[in-house]
C-alpha cells in the first residue's frame, strides 16, 4: 500500500523561504501524477501546484511565481520550493498522488499534511 510521508514545513518570517518534500513509499505507477494542495481551517483544500509524470506543471492563481515544484529523478518524490512567503500562505500543506491530471478535483491519495506558518 502506498503512502505518502510531507515534511519541510514549519516557521518562516513573511519574505522568506521554505522547501516542502514529499516521498512515496512503495510501488506507484510510472504513469501517477503529484501534487500540493493547502487548506486552512474552515475552508476548502485547494491545489497549490501539480506536476504530471511528464514533467507539466500547474500552478494556482495565487503562487504568481513564488512557487516552484519539482519531481524527483526517482519520480516517486515531489518538492514544492516556496519563496517571498506572505501571512496568507500560512496552511496545512498535503501531498498528492493520482493517475488523473484533473487538478481541481480533490482525488487520489493524501499525505498527512505538514504545518506552513508564516509570521513575524
Known amino acids: 500500500q502506498v503512502q505518502l510521508v510531507e515534511s519541510g514545513g514549519g516557521l518562516v518570517q513573511p519574505g522568506g523561504s521554505l522547501r516542502l518534500s514529499c516521498a512515496a513509499s512503495?510501488?506507484?505507477?510510472?504513469?501517477?501524477?503529484m501534487g500540493w494542495y493547502r487548506q486552512v481551517p474552515g475552508k476548502q483544500r485547494e491545489l497549490v501546484a501539480g506536476?504530471?509524470?511528464?514533467?507539466?506543471?500547474n500552478y494556482a492563481d495565487f503562487v504568481e511565481g513564488r512557487f516552484t515544484i519539482l519531481r524527483g529523478n526517482a519520480k516517486n518524490t515531489v518538492y514544492l520550493q516556496m519563496n517571498s512567503l506572505k501571512p496568507e500562505d500560512t496552511a496545512v500543506y498535503y501531498c498528492?498522488?493520482?493517475?488523473?491530471?484533473?487538478?481541481?478535483?480533490?482525488?487520489?491519495?493524501w499525505g498527512q499534511g505538514t504545518q506552513v506558518t508564516v509570521s513575524s
Open positions: 498528492n498522488l493520482r493517475r488523473d491530471t484533473s487538478w481541481s478535483y480533490l482525488g487520489g491519495l
Open positions: 512503495g510501488s506507484i505507477y510510472s504513469n501517477d501524477n
Open positions: 506536476v504530471s509524470t511528464g514533467g507539466s506543471t
